[in-house]
DNA sequence: GCCATTTCTTGACTTTTATCAAGCGAAATT
DNA sequence: AATTTCGCTTGATAAAAGTCAAGAAATGGC
């Protein structure tokens, strides 16, 4: 375990490198930092469930954190998956005190959480970071309309393209190999689909577009026919600028 | 046509009564609807498509509106429809300066736009204002999540079960009659289904639940089995705190 | 390196929703 | 009042996704 001036003087430069935290102050950073915590999880650890207290805002630092809100009947439901530079927990902003989600980390991870008070004072004092936070509540409500669009008007194997599509750069035009960053079951269920739903989808998905799949591993030769086959049913089009 | 004082005077009386706008002073909303405009406009009336340039934000004062993406392959899928005081554009303020979506009027609606640049500089100026501003963000992001989590564990009758459920009270014990408040095609595509769809499965929850049904008109007898046939598929449970 | 566990895939089948086409009924137009 | 339009329903059929079950592949622990 490092002492605990160093692990703050961490905190501190993950803090400072957050685009959100941008607008704030070194003495403002520094006051968030000495009541921040940082925590490393391991997958498979429920950071919280729906409806436990919310007091903290959670920043992840890396990693991967699935947020999903669970049915009386055990379905769940994943919302979000985040990794570096997401958060979560804002709720406690606009007065709910019981998370509406649980969270569930889904590849061991590095967490900061920060009193969410600490946070509220800071929008109230600095009217650049509360408009740095209104924008990016904005920009995250955009993701969810384009997320219910893809859910309502996308098959499967588009969701699936258009999932990967998310992992690559406009400007690349030759063959792109990236991994999947977490497992396939989660990204079904972040897809809003089943598991071998999943696996079919992925395999009509090869059949259309040549990409190769071995494992957590994918090979697109021809960008563009990916992106045909993906962008032909979203209101968006590769790249798109809200991913 | 009203004189033009009147008009901004009727424009303000609106403003004030806004939740949104509670926490600015009588200058600064004066300042608002100094550069307002009221807008009355008929059902079926498209206010601007998506990839509009993006200046104002609006806010429905009366009647319906529907926001709405396009897919390439002509597939629409509808976000929100908003009533008296929901607003939306609200998008420009995070530097999109196209607009993500369409919006149509599905049931005559007045309608009042202002210069985004104005609640951008109030945002600023008020921290209490911007407080509110991500508070509302935030909890219609809240409202984004429920709506992804209903699209995938929810059945086409118990999405429309937990739609009627919306018009009704929690404390309501007794028989309920209400009516549809837009054109059951849009209420469809609200809840992400086919206009065919919807028929049926709205006969089926008539069928499930003894609820009647005569045009736009529902009758609800026995809400409790409604509220169990609906959300048993659901995180929440009626009376849900956001609706 | 081997075993145990987890994750993923595949097959057979069911359920749900979409699609296409036709018909009904209420409301607006003339 | 007749006609046209639009919104809604219904039927037949197809496509998509879910479910249950079994087996294959990958992964992690020892």
Partial sequence: MLPVSAQKSMVLSHLRRQALFKPLSDDALAGLAEYAALKREKKGTVLFSAEAPNEKIYLVLSG???????????????????????FFGEFGLSGHD???????????????SIPRFLLAEEIMRNSLFGMAVVQNMTRQRLQRDMEIEH?????????????????????????????????????????????????????????????????????????????????????????????
């Fill in 64 to 86: 991967w954190v699935k947020l999903f809100r669970e049915t009386l009947a055990g379905d769940e439901a994943v919302t979000d998956v985040l990794s570096s530079g997401g």
């Fill in 98 to 112: 019981e998370m509406p989600y649980g969270a569930e980390v889904v590849e061991d991870a590095e967490i900061v």
């Fill in 151 to 243: 859910r309502t008007v996308q098959s499967a194997p588009q969701r699936i393209g258009c999932f990967l599509l998310k992992f690559c750069r406009g400007d690349n035009a030759g063959p792109v190999v990236l991994h999947l960053p977490y497992d396939k079951t989660v990204v079904a269920h972040r897809l809003g689909m089943q598991p071998e739903t999943f696996s079919r989808a992925l395999a009509k998905l090869r059949e259309e577009t040549g990409i190769r799949v071995r494992g957590a591993t994918v090979e697109i030769d021809n960008l563009q026919k990916l992106v045909d086959y993906t962008c032909s049913a979203c209101s968006a089009s590769f790249p798109c600028a809200d991913k």
